[in-house]
T-cell receptor, first 112, second 114 residues
Framework: GESVGLHLPTLSVQEGDNSIINCAYS??????FIWYKQESGKGPQFIID?????DKRQGQRVTVLLNKTVKHLSLQIAATQPGDSAVYFC???????????FGQGTELSVKP | DAGVTQSPTHLIKTRGQQVTLRCSPI?????VSWYQQVLGQGPQFIFQ???????GRGNFPDRFSARQFPNYSSELNVNALLLGDSALYLC?????????????FGPGTRLTVL
């Protein structure tokens, strides 16, 4: 069935460390992937996206890696800060218009 | 510029009632999508509308319906509410209906069904 799954539901890191959040997707035909950050009481906030013709994309302190061979997506956050504490979702576009399929989410907790 | 706005912020209803949720997209965006987010899970796609036409529908019962107005705002209606409809309802807007367009989410409407 449709699913985008996360390997780890929770991740706790020390401030200043790098964080890596992983995601497995199931639809090999998907060609667009997005990472969202959701803070408590708010809607998902776009972090970074990547298209299937790329395997790496960098933003400000964030990097997304795409491995189409094993259908794996990861989000790397450099020098993690307390403000990064949130739930992170990966999402894929299923080539059905604008429909996004979200994973369950990983809660990132940053310890000062 | 204002982002995606949704109203109301919170809503409490009882089983069997009907509810209407509203969304205003970012200026210039013509596509609106609705998602349901149950506590502890990722958002689930309900509908997408573009230029007032339905462009996609998720696996939700016919109790859920939506429409888009000429100004691209949208309403989501849910009839005969069930306890399981309690969730955060999110609206997302994008320039077009294409999947590779960035979608911007609103803050959501928290619906509680008692």
């Amino acid at each position: 069935g449709e699913s985008v799954g996360l390997h780890l539901p929770t991740l706790s890191v020390q401030e200043g460390d790098n964080s890596i959040i992983n995601c497995a997707y199931s639809n090999s035909a998907s060609d667009y992937f997005i990472w969202y950050k959701q803070e408590s009481g708010k809607g998902p906030q776009f972090i970074i996206d990547i298209r299937s013709n790329m395997d790496k994309r960098q933003g400000q302190r964030v990097t997304v890696l795409l491995n189409k061979t094993v259908k794996h997506l990861s989000l790397q956050i450099a020098a993690t800060q307390p403000g990064d504490s949130a739930v992170y979702f990966c999402a894929e576009n299923s080539n059905q218009g604008g429909k996004l399929i979200f994973g369950q989410g990983t809660e990132l907790s940053v310890k000062p | 510029d204002a982002g995606v706005t949704q109203s109301p912020t919170h809503l409490i209803k009882t089983r069997g009632q009907q509810v209407t949720l509203r969304c205003s997209p970012i200026s210039g965006h013509k596509s609106v999508s609705w998602y349901q987010q149950v506590l502890g899970q990722g958002p689930q796609f309900i509908f997408q509308y573009y230029e007032k036409e339905e462009r996609g529908r998720g696996n939700f019962p016919d109790r859920f319906s939506a429409r888009q107005f000429p100004n691209y705002s949208s309403e989501l209606n849910v009839n005969a509410l069930l306890l399981g409809d309690s969730a955060l309802y999110l609206c997302a807007s994008s320039l077009t209906y294409l999947g590779n367009n960035e979608q911007f989410f609103g803050p959501g409407t928290r619906l509680t069904v008692l």
